[in-house]
């Protein structure tokens, strides 16, 4: 058994903070109640999902509309199949180094006729706006850039981006489930129309995440449709337990983001250098772009990076192998083919992904396990008789 877990897969999944389980926990006793209902209870319930709406809203500002989705994948699809329209037909401009999120869904409505075009990224995940500005056309339906990559945690320039697409009349969307616990997302994402996020990547429950819509920017066409709740935008019983747990998540966020931000990239630096000092011939990914504060993605060439994460479980380690984060399989990553790090580095690439929880200690511990490791899984692979 490892003497203490650390975990260091936030990106998967961040650990249900404390005072969401707070806030949760009474509506585990209510009555039934569903918030459309007239009685007393429904209303109760009501007040407390209009409440957690509020919530998520105020991450991006004022401005905006809440639409509830099931997480973050539901808000990525929601996005892409209401800006095509019934039947789809335009043009979508995505990047390269999109969540499945938003690919899966773009290879659907190509497949019906929609045009997609996804802009590609330099060595450090870096979308160009120029690029964007390129791909743009006079039926350009939208574009979806995410605001930080989930797997090397490149921050995206979306601000400039959505000058560009806006001068052109186009909406544009962002995939801020990574970004959300870090970035001031009302600073940082300019006249963005439409925002993604996940309950489950802030310390809030799986299961819920939203899609933001500034004032005046409408879902045309409902992915779920059925009783006609949230304006008909996304039908279906809110759940008044995930709801209050994702508001009180957003409030955290709000709280923290600063001061975490600042404390967690020093943690990061530290387990960086840690690595790079204890652990030879290793690569860092995405060192020329801004990153999110928590993410550190680093190639151990000569070391299966599975081998290594199912190692470093045995060690009490919780990591991420390429983009093992959507199946908890290890498999080829678009992202790493698309920044062009050769064979060699995305064999050994590996996430570790800070939280508001991880402690400096624990990135002590961490960096002495992670070199044990490499060394063992290094010395595994090694031709017998080498
Ligand atoms: N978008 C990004 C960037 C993600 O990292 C993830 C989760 O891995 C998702 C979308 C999907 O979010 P959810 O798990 O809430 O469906």
Redesign the pocket.
């Given at each position: 058994m490892p003497a203490s877990r650390i975990y260091l897969d936030t990106?998967?999944t961040a650990p249900l903070a404390p005072e969401v389980r707070e806030a949760m926990e009474p509506w585990l006793h209510e009555v039934p109640s569903n918030p459309s209902g007239i009685h007393e209870p429904a209303r109760r319930a009501r007040a407390a999902v209009e409440d957690a709406r509020d919530r998520v809203g105020e991450l991006c500002g004022e401005d905006f509309r809440v639409v509830f989705t099931s997480?973050?994948?539901?808000a990525?699809n929601l996005a892409l199949w209401s800006a095509a329209g019934l039947p789809p037909t335009g043009h979508l401009v995505v990047s390269a180094i999109e969540?499945p999120?938003i690919h899966e869904p773009a290879r659907a409505l190509t497949a019906l006729g929609v045009d997609v075009d996804l802009v590609p990224v330099d060595a450090d995940g870096r979308v160009a706006p120029e690029a964007v500005q390129e791909a743009l056309r006079e039926d350009t339906r939208l574009v979806s850039i995410?605001t930080a990559?989930?797997e090397i945690g490149t921050l995206q320039p979306i601000s400039r981006i959505v000058e560009i697409a806006h001068a052109r009349g186009v909406p544009v969307h962002t995939?801020a489930?990574?970004a959300a616990a870090w970035l001031d997302l009302a600073d940082e994402l300019g006249e963005i129309d439409m925002v993604?996020l996940?309950?489950?990547?802030i310390g809030g429950p799986?299961g819920i995440?939203a899609l933001l819509l500034r004032t005046g920017v409408e879902v045309r066409e409902p992915l779920i449709r059925g009783g006609g709740q949230q304006s008909g935008r996304r039908a279906g019983t809110e759940p008044t337990i995930l709801t209050v747990g994702f508001g009180a998540a957003c409030a955290r966020v709000a709280r923290r983001r600063d001061r975490e931000a600042r404390r967690v990239a020093a943690l990061a630096d530290a387990l960086r250098s840690g690595i790079e000092s204890t652990v030879p011939d290793i690569q860092e990914t995405g060192t020329g772009a801004p990153r999110l504060p928590n993410t550190v993605h680093v190639c151990f060439p000569d070391c299966a990076g599975d081998a290594l994460v199912a190692r470093l479980d045995l060690d009490g380690v919780a990591a991420s192998a390429g983009s093992a984060?959507?199946s908890g399989v290890a498999h080829g990553s678009a992202v790493l083919e698309a920044i062009g790090l050769p064979p060699r580095l995305q064999a050994g690439a590996v996430r570790f992904s800070l939280g508001y929880h991880t402690s400096e200690d624990e990135i002590a511990a961490a960096i002495e396990r992670i070199a044990a490791a490499v060394e063992a899984v290094r010395a595994a692979s090694l031709p017998a008789g080498s």
């Open positions: 990106n998967a997480g973050g994948t539901e990525d969540h999120a995410m990559n989930n995939d489930v990574q993604s996940s309950g489950h990547k799986p995440g984060c959507a």
